[in-house]
């Protein structure tokens, strides 16, 4: 079985540019989540996507980041203008249903390799 | 947001040596999960803990879920050099739906 596959996987960009992130998560996972993780830190939750619905988005940054999966299956996450502190690695990942609707239990989420991206 | 610690940050050690970590919140978690990170690669799970007081194995690994709900521990017997990674514990709160993910131990693994 394919894992979570991201593009491109290094991305360096100046601050005041646009960049966009592609994810195809494992097939047949109705839910997508898109991760930030910060040198030094743990993975934070930008948005997560219920087929193509959108599920929680309370942390992503509205302002310059958007998202879309328009067909319920791939992902493209935009940042647009970049700033230095989006200096990153952005994370996909997906899971067969969402964390809450099965009954409470989580569903394993499945990351892919992550896209490094530097904003100088 | 709430914020998962993990302690140690960092630890150094001996192939064969046995490794403990801990992670603790301020709030209540109705599930603990243990995830490890390899360099340049996204985390996989490794242990996932539903009960407080459940402990639970998987090959070298062993997690307990504490019995306060706001703790969970990580233990790797007879560490190999394959161990090397960033470990996270993670949950989702109580009446939460996201996962928060800790602040990660990195392990490195001398021989």
């Known amino acids: 079985e394919a894992g979570v596959a991201q593009s491109p996987r290094y991305k360096i960009i100046e601050k005041r540019q646009s960049v966009a992130f592609w994810c195809n998560p494992i097939?047949?996972?109705?839910?997508l989540y898109w991760y930030q993780q910060i040198l030094g830190q743990g993975p934070k939750l930008l948005i997560q996507?219920?087929?193509?619905?959108?599920?929680?988005d309370s942390q992503l940054p509205k302002d310059r980041f958007s998202a879309e999966r328009l067909k319920g299956v791939d992902s493209t996450l935009k940042i647009q203008p970049a700033k230095l502190e989006d200096s990153a690695v952005y994370l996909c990942a997906s899971s067969l249903d969402g964390w809450g609707l099965a009954g409470g239990r989580t569903d394993t989420q499945y990351f892919g390799p992550g896209t490094r991206l530097t904003v100088l | 947001g709430q914020q998962l610690n993990q302690s140690p940050q960092s630890m150094f050690i001996q192939e064969g040596e046995d490794v403990s970590m801990n992670c603790t919140s301020s709030?209540?978690?109705?599930?603990w999960l243990w995830y490890k990170q390899d360099p340049g690669e996204g985390p996989v799970l490794l242990i996932a803990l539903y009960k407080a007081g459940e402990l639970t194995s998987n090959g070298r690994l062993t997690a307990q879920f504490g019995i306060t709900r706001k703790d969970s521990f990580l233990n790797i017997s007879a560490s190999i050099p394959s161990d090397v990674g960033i470990y996270f514990c993670a949950g989702p709160q109580q009446g939460a739906s996201k996962l928060t993910f800790g602040t990660g131990t990195r392990l490195q693994v001398t021989l």
């Open positions: 996507f219920q087929n193509n619905g959108v599920v929680d």
């Open positions: 709030s209540i978690f109705n599930t």
């Open positions: 097939s047949g996972h109705a839910t």
